[in-house]
């Protein structure tokens, strides 16, 4: 009896030790005596007490910082920029057997590759061509990683830190542009604000009583404001003078 519940009792502890469970996000490399053997999972798995061994990957997302770095534009700019990126592994056993850290090769490549690649535009090119620049790196990165069993699926550039001199040399040339804008502005409101003064000048220059009926309009504005002297147009006075004469005449003949 005892010596059935000694080898019940081994049987069990060598259950327990031989006996893992991987979890749907993960795999588990196989090595039979230092040689890998393939990948195993998810679900349950047994290995052969002492002769194998496994070494769990994950296969999720990983997003990765990578940290702020200064770089030099290729116009000379000194810059800080900070990126992230979304990485998973596609092989797991590459990812065990190709490097020995490949969390950080990822981070140390990545590093590399924005810096170089940042450094072969020009500022005004960096700030209105990120989605291209992020692609670019993304592709780079993507094909030093690919031997290792990781996609990059995605780098972005989040944070660009311009010197203080710059940002005010960038202020500066923002408030000339809009200076500029105005004036342009400006002057097409000027320019069809002539032109409409010029067909109205036509207008009232075929009708001449149209210019006395604006005259008096003027007056009745300007009467308005309680002023106690009127301007009158000469050209008004003639106006009254001819309507004078033309009513003593009028008197004359009665």
């Known amino acids: 009896m005892n010596i059935t519940y000694i080898i019940i009792a081994i049987i069990v502890f060598f259950f327990i030790v031989s006996v893992r469970v ?27 007490p002492i002769l194998e061994q ?5 296969l999720r997302t990983v997003t990765m910082n990578i940290p702020s770095q200064k770089i030099i534009t290729k116009d000379n700019v000194s810059i800080d920029i900070a990126a992230v990126a979304y990485y998973h592994i596609v092989d ?26 940042v450094g072969q535009f020009m500022l005004d090119e960096l700030l209105s061509q990120t989605i291209e620049i992020n692609q670019k790196i993304k592709d780079v990165i993507d094909v030093h990683t690919e031997p290792w069993g990781v996609q990059v ?35 097409e409101g000027e320019f069809q604000a002539s032109v409409k003064l010029g067909q109205a000048a036509d207008i009232i220059a075929a009708h001449p009583v149209a210019l006395q009926l604006r005259t008096l309009q003027t007056m009745s504005e300007i009467a308005t404001e309680k002023n106690s002297t009127i301007i009158f147009p000469a050209q008004f006075m003639t106006t009254v003078s001819e309507a004078i004469s033309m009513i003593k005449g009028d008197s004359k003949q009665s």
């Open 22 to 48: 991987v979890k749907e996000y993960d795999r588990g490399v196989i090595f039979f005596l230092g040689k890998c053997t393939g990948v195993r999972g998810p679900g349950l798995i047994l290995l052969v």
């Open 54 to 58: 496994m070494t769990k990957v994950a």
């Open 92 to 117: 797991a056993q590459k990812a065990v057997v190709a490097i020995e850290d490949v969390y950080n090769a990822i981070n140390q490549i990545s590093q590399t590759t924005v810096r170089n690649v």
């Open 153 to 187: 699926t995605a780098v972005e550039i989040k944070d660009i830190t311009l010197p203080d001199n710059m940002q005010r040399a960038m202020a500066k040339e923002a408030e000339a542009e809009r200076e500029r804008r105005a004036k342009i502005v400006a002057a």
